[in-house]
């Protein structure tokens, strides 16, 4: 499915017949907002990658490659499973795992260079068994809790650990996770930062984690010593901050299957929920909700929903979203604009993904790693390298 055009094919886009959409990736994009990530941090601070489920739904293959070419060298992925593919595509790159240690794996870990990051005493205990007589046991990080209450050590729990001599074990980074960043001015950042320098001072050897994309654009105070950016680098924001917000990446197209008259007082779709308040034209296009294209962005005759465009019209969204195509509204183009076969943008550079996503009452996080397999994918390539490595 992943093909690597060159810049002269992904330009020209010969799209297959047989397509009824495609998403683009902009890897450039991509590589560009990890080194404006980077440039952001504090000086002492370097910048990773959280590329779990699949880079947010954009393809690892590319996406980690192209982080790679731009710098990044450390890698935040769910499960063993992601790590172990990260780890194929990049032999050299150091990978956290943040959904912890999975029971009965550390030998999984270990054999593919993945470092658990240890989220519970259960899991500290099975990875202290686990290296227990090794000369060089390989290093594992320690996720402590500070608020959000998902995985992570209570305080008390990582003092417990820190106070224990014989334990053997050391975590190489502290970790933990924000409940609020994107909101700048909820009381719980201040909170959990203050938790978290804590945790730090009970493991003094240990690198510091504590910034999602969100918080690298709150104070440099959040910044530690390792940032894990994810929703910035693949060009959806991250807070209510409009500078949380870079380049594009991500670009979902579907094609017009028929241009079709509602005369007033027709309705569209199922539940008949829109009804036509004078006569319209109407594209229908290849992409529904089985293709990750929301259900929840359609429209009734009360509530507006998604746009999609075309040469710089806008065109509404008619009624419900069904599995394999929508509808929109064409009457104000011209009809050469809007023909049978050629591609609407439902979001990218005009119509940007955080839009889109809030017509249908959720995040770009959602809409990513929800679009479907039926669309073929072409990635544009990494112009300029400027890598630090
Ligand atoms: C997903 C995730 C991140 C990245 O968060 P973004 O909001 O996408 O920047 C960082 N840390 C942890 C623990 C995560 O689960």
Avoid at 6 to 24: K, V, Y
Avoid at 47 to 72: E, F, I, M, Q, R
Avoid at 83 to 93: F, K
Avoid at 286 to 302: C, F, K, P, Q, V
């Amino acid at each position: 499915m992943t093909d690597h055009p060159s810049p002269e094919d992904a330009a020209n886009s010969a799209d297959l017949p047989g397509d009824g959409g495609r998403i683009t990736i902009d890897l450039d994009a991509l590589a560009a907002n990890w080194r404006a990530l980077d440039a952001r941090l504090s000086d002492d601070a370097e910048c990773g990658a959280a590329v779990k489920a699949d880079c947010y739904g954009l393809g690892s293959d590319d996406g980690l490659v192209a982080l790679w070419t731009a710098g990044c060298r450390t890698f935040f992925v769910a499960t063993p499973q992601e790590g172990q593919a990260t780890r194929a595509r990049l032999p050299d790159a150091t990978i956290y795992i943040l959904n912890g240690l999975y029971p009965g794996a550390s030998e999984f870990y270990a054999g593919h260079g993945l470092r658990p990051v240890l989220g519970s005493p259960e899991e500290v205990a099975e990875w202290r068994g686990f290296i227990a007589g090794q000369s060089a046991p390989p290093p594992a990080g320690l996720h402590v809790d500070t608020g959000i209450s998902r995985l992570g050590l209570s305080l008390d729990e990582a003092r417990t650990v820190a106070s224990d001599p014989a334990s053997g074990f050391s975590p190489d980074m502290v970790m933990s996770h924000m409940a609020c960043a994107d909101m700048p001015d909820h009381p719980m950042n201040g909170q959990q930062l203050g938790r978290f320098r804590e945790a730090c001072a009970l493991f003094p050897d240990a690198r510091r984690s504590l910034a999602n994309s969100a918080s690298i654009f709150l104070d440099r105070d959040y910044h530690f010593d390792l940032a894990r950016p994810g929703i910035t680098l693949y060009g959806a924001s991250a807070s209510q901050l409009p500078q949380a917000r870079l380049r594009p990446v991500v670009t979902l197209e579907s094609r017009i299957l028929q241009v079709h008259e509602l005369k007033r007082g027709e309705t569209i779709g199922y539940g008949a929920t829109f009804t036509a308040p004078a006569d319209m034209r109407v594209a229908m296009v290849a992409a529904g909700y089985a293709d990750g294209y929301l259900r929840a962005s359609g429209s009734t005759d009360e509530k507006r929903g998604a746009d999609a465009w075309i040469a710089g019209y806008r065109l509404p969204i008619l009624g419900r979203v069904s599995m394999d195509m929508s509808a929109f509204d064409v009457s104000a183009v011209p009809p050469d604009v809007a023909r049978r076969g050629d591609f609407v943008e439902l979001f990218g550079a005009n119509i940007p993904i955080d839009e889109t996503a809030a017509c249908a009452g959720t995040i770009g996080y959602e809409l990513l790693t929800g679009l479907g397999r039926r669309f073929s994918r072409r990635y544009l390539p990494v112009r300029s390298a400027r890598g630090t490595g």
